[in-house]
């Protein structure tokens, strides 16, 4: 299937761990994308990058990390885990980075609770 | 203001028309889309408008835009129970790749 795919889609961890959560795209998109969503559902970008250039949210700590082996693939990796970090990611796509036509998909989400 | 506005909640009967509404942030935003999240679900594009249209229908669906207002509209005509889900609304600004969501909008649909 043509897609965003993320695994896993769901992961339970202890405070402190480290983790990762992987993200791919089968769409031939040269950018993606992190969002995070709360508890409230609200949305927020955390990173986006081709393979040019990362481009960060500010607020994110910088115990996130997104990590890209190719231009198919976006990781992310948390360390040391900590219970406000739970929430849903989702990682998304688009064709190109700064046209105006792009849109973005998004994969189904990776649930991450933190005990 | 600073965030994409929505409405958290919107009731309505299954049959009726369903309208749920965004305020944005940026006038200069040039595209505008309509996110779907269904319960534990990802999220589903669902349209886009690009800025210099008033307004665009697909099948049930029509979205309206008052820029001057920064006013965003996603109309739903005979609303199924199908369609209760989560809808975000989400600007992209100038310069910006990220997309700024809205609070999204919960939709229930009674039968």
């Known amino acids: 299937d043509t897609a965003v795919s993320q695994t896993p889609k769901y992961l339970v961890t202890q405070m402190g761990n480290d983790k990762s959560i992987k993200c791919e795209q089968n769409l031939g998109h040269d950018t993606m994308y992190w969002y995070k969503q709360d508890s409230k559902k609200f949305l927020k970008i955390m990173f986006s990058y081709n393979n040019k250039e990362l481009i960060i949210n500010e607020t994110v700590p910088n115990r996130f990390s997104p990590k890209s082996p190719d231009k198919a693939h976006l990781n992310l990796h948390i360390n040391s885990l900590e219970l406000g970090d739970s929430a849903v990611y989702f990682c998304?796509?688009?064709?190109?980075?700064?046209?105006?036509?792009?849109?973005?998909?998004f994969g189904p989400g990776t649930r991450l609770l933190v005990l | 203001g600073e965030d994409v506005e929505q409405s958290l909640f919107l009731s309505v009967r299954e049959g009726d028309s369903s309208v749920i509404n965004c305020t944005y942030t940026d006038s200069s935003s040039t595209y505008l889309y309509w996110y779907k999240q269904e319960p534990g679900a990802g999220l589903q594009l669902l349209t886009y408008i690009f800025s210099n249209m008033d307004m665009k229908q697909d099948q049930r669906l029509t979205v309206l835009l008052n820029k001057k207002d920064k006013h965003l509209s996603l109309r739903i005509a005979d609303t199924q129970t199908g369609d209760s889900a989560i809808y975000f609304c989400a600007e992209r600004k100038p310069g910006a790749n990220n997309l700024f969501f809205g609070t999204g909008t919960r939709l229930t649909v009674i039968p």
């Open positions: 998304a796509s688009s064709k190109r980075r700064g046209s105006e036509r792009e849109t973005q998909y």
